[in-house]
């Protein structure tokens, strides 16, 4: 089956440096996807890799390894306003295009 | 550039009753893709649409269906709604299938009573 994991919640302190790991079990793979979730609000694009390596966009980081099914965002210099769920999602050429996502992790930043 | 819009916001509804939602993906974005969000589920993929195909299906009843139009707007349907449809309604827009960015509307809040 399909399936991706990460941690539930989170809590880190403003200005700080935060990891959130994913990991997923997938046949297709064909790309994974970062978004940001701010409560009551869609998804935001934050980031997308499909090969191996880190991809740096501004205090945004993501990376992934394809052999370890792993992923993680970097997060630095935290703001108050980068409370929100962050959700992992992978997509799959199973049976056409799908996107397949993670519970998210919801990440709390305290001052 | 116009985002993607989703009508209406907010929708009560009682069991056993049906609803159509819509979708307007972005301007130029032909592949419309449709999302339930639960607290406990958490986003579930529900189908896909490109050029007024649906292209791939998630794993829910036959009660969820949709359809996309020529110009590219969508509108899903649930009938004979049951509690446990109340969840926000997310529709995607993307150019095309496959395609690395999805972008997201707003949502339809859907509360079944």
Known sequence: GQNIDQPTEMTATEGAIVQINCTYQTSGFNGLFWYQQHAGEAPTFLSYNVLDGLEEKGRFSSFLSRSKGYSYLLLKELQMKDSASYLCAVRVTTGGFKTIFGAGTRLFVKA | ?113
């Not at chain 2, 509804?13 to 419309?32: A, E, F, M, N, Y």
């Open chain 2, 1 to 113: 550039k116009a985002g993607v819009t989703q009508t209406p916001r907010y929708l009560i509804k009682t069991r056993g009753q049906q609803v159509t939602l819509s979708c307007s993906p972005i301007s130029g974005h032909r592949s419309v893709s449709w999302y339930q969000q639960t607290p406990g589920q958490g986003l579930q993929f529900l189908f896909e649409y490109f050029s007024e195909t649906q292209r791939n299906k998630g794993n829910f009843p036959g009660r969820f269906s949709g359809r996309q139009f020529s110009n590219s707007r969508s509108e899903m349907n649930v009938s004979t709604l049951e509690l446990g449809d109340s969840a926000l309604y997310l529709c995607a827009s993307s150019r095309g299938p496959g395609e690395d960015t999805q972008y997201f509307g707003p949502g339809t809040r859907l509360t079944v009573l």
